[in-house]
């Protein structure tokens, strides 16, 4: 997906910086030491110096970091981590030389960051994991950032790393006390939404779907009213595959089950989605379309780059699951047969109760600050310039986002993607074709924009981007979602746990398991109710202990 790939596009945001708060002096967190853990920060008197979200010091400071980069970083001629737009940026407009401890790729940064724990030579301010963090904590090795993130932040930093409604600082607080500022990953592009094929409806004269009533009709009717016309049995009503709930998952919220997260029972105790009755419920059904023939009859050993191809033929009528398929998987129906319709509808209710969709906004990125650093509002102020920079008022995506064909915005010691960025994209673009006004679009919605025109003006190759972005897209029905607060997100916010870790492996192959036999009719139903039971003797009850301690400790 091209606008995917180009992730943190930057924007042109209407954003006026609200005036510079006076604060002064250093914030908490900072004493100095002589030992292991000490910092390489001058002097803490620069820091009244440095006022507000971008006050410069006078005096500039050094901060120690360290840095994971992906494996195929590209710099241009003679700029490196260390030397480059943003550390220059960071360096002439507040005052702060960065100074890289260690680099390493991506997949060896976790290891990495362990040893510096277990040595106790840590920088002044770092990436961590989620369990990373809680060690860190436990440990006592941060600086309370709760002062200097209200101090310090600006306007903008903290609206988008409350994007994902205050679910990531949460995590990121322990005992009232802000340990780190999250880096929240994207957030409604988890939503799940049903994918039809509309001109299989119209053939066969169905209503679109508005139940799970009206999906099992539609669902039987593409199975065996032979909707693409060619006297053979040989379409199925809906795709699924071996992971189950790859393309399942919102099959289940339509049940008003939700799988993948930690949710509340009456008692307020956290429970998992995955045991619970609704579940069975929504299993009961699959094994009825799977037993009449309307999922497929090997999904059990297809991945989904083999069940992909199945809708790619021509011979699925409904898929349920991401908004970006228009983008690969069914643009290639397209491409196959110019006469394919695929809309995207909301994921329609089993009964009266309103539909919930389940959405997982973990956090697995923190940035901390050593308990020892002199000037811990550096965080906040690298914060500041990276969202400033990338969509602020002054922001200059030609110079920071992408600059000769090289992706800078990856070079940051800190950085944060907004949780909702196509979400916004969509209500940016909407706005654009009503007023027909595209001075407020950024880069990438820029682009979005002329590939919605081209396909306007007859280029079928740019019907993926309408069908995200456009009038009636998979993001219409994602901002449907936002809009009536239709989300329910999962409650456990912390640390894998013990038995999680240890345990989490031969669990999710139970689950796997027990499912996949369920769907296909090589077990009863019931057998679920055998499954909640070894679920919990094989670690299901100590993870759900854990889980709410974890949660109570907080």
Request: aromatic letters at 10%; a negative charge; glycine letters at 8%.
């Amino acid at each position: 997906m091209r606008s995917f790939r180009r992730h943190l596009l930057a924007a042109i945001m209407v954003f006026v910086l609200t005036a510079i708060t006076a604060c002064s002096g250093s914030s908490g967190g900072g004493n100095a030491s002589n030992g292991p853990n000490a910092t390489s920060q001058e002097g803490s008197e620069e820091a009244a110096q440095a006022k507000g979200p971008f006050g410069k010091y006078d005096k500039p400071i050094t901060v120690k970091t360290v840095k994971r980069v992906e494996n195929n970083t590209k710099f241009k001629q003679g700029e490196s981590i260390e030397n480059n737009i943003w550390t220059r940026t960071f360096e002439n407009e507040l005052g702060i030389k960065l100074s890289f401890d260690w680099i390493v790729e991506t997949a060896q940064f976790e290891q990495k960051m362990n040893v510096s724990i277990s040595s106790g030579s840590l920088p002044d301010i770092f990436p961590v994991s989620a369990s990373q963090l809680q060690q860190l904590v436990e440990g006592n090795k941060l600086a309370d950032l709760t002062k200097v993130f209200d101090e310090y932040a600006s306007d903008m930093a903290k609206t988008l790393v409350n994007q994902d409604g205050g679910i990531g600082m949460k995590s990121a607080t322990f005992k009232g006390k802000l340990m780190a500022i999250p880096a929240p990953g994207p957030l409604t592009d988890q939503s799940h939404l049903v994918w039809v094929r509309t001109d299989w409806l119209a053939k066969l004269n169905l209503p679109e779907p508005k139940s799970l009533a009206d999906l099992l009709k539609i669902s039987e009717a593409f199975t065996k009213n032979d909707p693409d016309g060619n006297r053979k049995d040989d379409t199925v009503g809906l795709i699924a595959d071996k992971t189950v709930f790859d393309t399942l998952r919102g099959f289940f919220n339509i049940n008003h089950a939700y799988p993948g997260i930690w949710i509340k029972d009456q008692s307020g105790q956290l429970v998992s989605g995955i045991i619970q009755p609704e579940v069975k419920t929504a299993l009961a059904h699959l094994q009825k379309m799977y037993k009449d023939g309307q999922i497929d009859r090997e999904f059990g050993v297809k991945d989904l780059t083999k069940t992909f191809e199945t809708i790619a033929s021509g011979k699925a009528g409904m898929v349920i699951g991401s908004m970006a398929y228009p983008l690969a998987v069914l643009q290639r129906t397209k491409d196959n047969d110019p006469n394919a319709e695929w809309k995207p509808f909301p994921l329609p209710s089993s009964d009266d109760k309103p539909v919930k969709i389940e959405l997982n906004p973990t956090v697995s990125l923190f940035y901390a600050a050593n308990e020892n650093t002199k000037h811990p509002e550096a965080l906040i102020k690298l914060l500041n310039m990276f969202i400033e920079k990338m969509w602020g008022a002054t922001a200059d995506p030609g110079t920071f986002h992408k600059s000769e064909g090289v992706e800078v915005f990856k070079y940051p010691p800190v950085t944060i993607s907004k949780v909702k960025k196509n979400l916004e994209g969509y209500r940016a673009l909407k706005n654009a074709f009503e007023t027909k006004d595209i001075s407020k679009l950024d880069v990438e919605q820029k682009t979005n924009y002329d590939s919605i025109v081209k396909f306007k003006d007859g280029d079928p190759s740019q019907w993926g981007y309408y069908m995200v972005f456009g009038e009636g897209g998979s993001q219409s029905v994602i901002d449907a979602y936002d809009q009536n607060n239709m989300f329910i997100f999962n409650e456990f916010i912390g640390a894998a746990t013990p038995t999680m870790v240890q345990k989490g492996a031969t669990l999710n192959k139970l689950v796997l398991e027990t499912f996949t036999k369920i769907i296909m009719g090589d077990e009863p139903v019931d057998q679920f109710d055998t499954f909640v039971e070894q679920w919990k003797k094989l670690g299901g009850d100590s993870i759900t202990r854990e889980v709410n301690e974890s949660m109570a400790s907080r």
